[in-house]
């Protein structure tokens, strides 16, 4: 079943996060995801996260879509003007991709090219209208197409704002759901709870909430997120459980399933696993959770 089908039918879905290489070599990209295979809805392969130039999400997504695994390719401002958009999404089309995910992209301060400029010529929401013109068959420049897009479309959302600056992000996300975005994906939950509030902000929006589980590498990492990372919240109880741990990558791996399992019975219409650059461990963070 496609994920437009699941998530059409109300189903919880699996998504995992597959990087490109930074290179031309793609066996250990195919490797990890033919494990997970069975397991995994989609995959979604990001543009060029954090600014570091690797292999662009359209690339990876053919790759792994001409082995038979769905995919979502990641649609970025960052790095294109209007019309290399446009004719990244007909070419994503064309080679049998049929999910699309539209991201701001980081600016490349964070990355390993400094020197670059970024594009940045339309806005996120101006993309997923991009994206809802070219499912009615023209072009941004209101130039009809030899054929149009059929593209199940998502985005982002910051899920765990307070205050009002949480009904601003709902107010955007709003727009963004009637600019054509289906689903949208959450930063990284490591407390199920806190989803609570959102999740009863957006009940009257037809919309698919997807959260990220991130798996943590280890106790470190748990401590600068939780101090500098605004947009997740870890708590000092889990990060007691890290550090106490004899095993700690064990521990971040059990501590992603236990959230993988809880979130199926908190409303929510799937999940998002990122490993960053363990996609190796996926197996065991979808092993035995009945996914």
Request: hydrophobic content about 45%.
């Amino acid at each position: 079943m496609s994920l437009k089908s699941k998530l059409d039918a109300g189903e919880f879905v699996v998504l995992a996060e597959m990087e490109p290489p930074k290179g031309v070599d793609v066996s250990q990209m195919i490797q990890k995801a033919t494990k997970v295979k069975g397991a995994v809805d989609a995959f979604v392969v990001p543009e060029m996260s954090n600014a570091v130039m690797r292999m662009s999400s359209l690339g990876g997504a053919m790759i792994l879509q001409n082995r038979g695994m769905e995919t979502i390719m990641q649609a970025n401002c960052r790095d294109r003007n209007r019309i290399a958009l446009q004719a990244d999404l007909l070419a994503a089309q064309a080679c049998g991709i049929r999910n699309v995910m539209a991201v701001t992209g980081e600016a490349p301060s964070f990355g390993d090219h400094h020197e670059a400029k970024a594009v940045y010529d339309i806005t996120l929401l101006e993309m997923l209208k991009v994206i809802q013109s070219l499912q009615a068959g023209k072009d941004m420049a209101g130039i009809e197409l030899f054929g149009s897009t059929d593209f199940t479309t998502g985005s982002t959302v910051n899920a765990f704002l307070d205050g009002e600056k949480l009904n601003e992000e709902i107010e955007e996300m709003e727009k963004r759901a009637q600019a054509g975005a289906r689903f949208f994906i959450t930063p990284p939950v490591f407390d199920m709870d806190v989803l609570a509030p959102f999740m009863e902000k957006i009940a009257h929006l037809d919309v698919k909430i997807i959260p990220t589980i991130l798996l943590l590498k280890s106790v470190g990492m748990a401590r600068y997120m939780a101090r500098n990372v605004k947009s997740v919240k870890i708590s000092d109880k889990l990060i007691a459980r890290i550090r106490d741990a004899g095993d700690t990558v064990r521990e971040c791996i059990i501590i992603a399933s236990e959230l993988l399992h809880g979130l199926k019975n908190k409303g929510v219409s799937g999940v998002q696993i990122a490993t960053i650059g363990w996609e190796d461990r996926l197996p065991e963070i979808l092993g035995g959770m009945g996914v």
